[in-house]
């Protein structure tokens, strides 16, 4: 039997919860000795057209279409899916926007900003198309395990996926749910 396979995505986020991952280490070695990492931005992979996985790990909050079309597909082909960091979780920082009609935003974005000369909203059929509101992943699918924090701590990051590898769904001890 091969190793169990990992894919993992980085949608409306700031990278930050991959960067917990990296922070793991030499832990981190262990573990990718353990796995194989398939599409993932640690393989900078940027076609995202998973390959059946045990697991898909999703960062990021889900703000625009091509995003809600990445984590059905990931569900679909994960057996367990975890979402790493609060804009995942709940959607995190990005839901600051949810309270301005998406039309402000847009301007605000392009054309109204203090260092914008002569701007527009772009649209282009290969940008795609901002939701109107920002949404936690599980309001899109089923999601199995849930990493709060922002970001994870990586001794969280590599308490789950060590249980995940040891056939067991992470249940998270209070310590590691709360800022001390
Ligand atoms: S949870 Fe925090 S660290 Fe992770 S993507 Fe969101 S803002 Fe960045």
Redesign the pocket.
């Known amino acids: 039997m091969g190793k169990p396979k990992i894919a993992t995505v980085?949608l409306?986020?700031?990278?930050?919860?991959?960067?917990?991952f990296l922070d793991l280490d030499e832990v981190l070695i262990d573990i990718l000795h353990q796995v194989e990492l398939t599409v993932s931005p640690v393989t900078d992979y940027k076609d995202y057209c998973f390959p059946k996985v045990d697991l898909g790990i999703i960062?990021?909050?889900i703000g625009n279409e091509e995003q809600l079309e990445i984590v059905r597909h990931l569900r679909r082909q994960a057996k367990i899916i975890m979402t790493?960091?609060?804009?995942?979780?709940f959607g995190?920082?990005?839901t600051l926007r949810n309270w301005i009609p998406k039309t402000e935003v847009l301007e605000r974005g392009y054309v109204t900003s203090e260092s914008t000369v002569n701007g527009v909203v772009p649209i282009h059929a290969e940008i795609p198309r901002l939701l109107d509101q920002v949404i936690a992943v599980n309001h899109v699918i089923a999601v199995d395990v849930y990493i709060?924090?922002?970001?994870?701590d990586p001794e969280v990051i590599a308490y789950s996926l060590t249980e995940i590898l040891n056939g067991r769904l992470p249940v998270l001890p209070g310590e590691m749910i709360h800022f001390d």
């Open positions: 980085w409306e986020g700031c990278a930050g919860c991959h960067m917990s960062e990021g909050g790493w960091g609060d804009c995942a979780v995190g920082i990005n709060p924090g922002c970001p994870p």
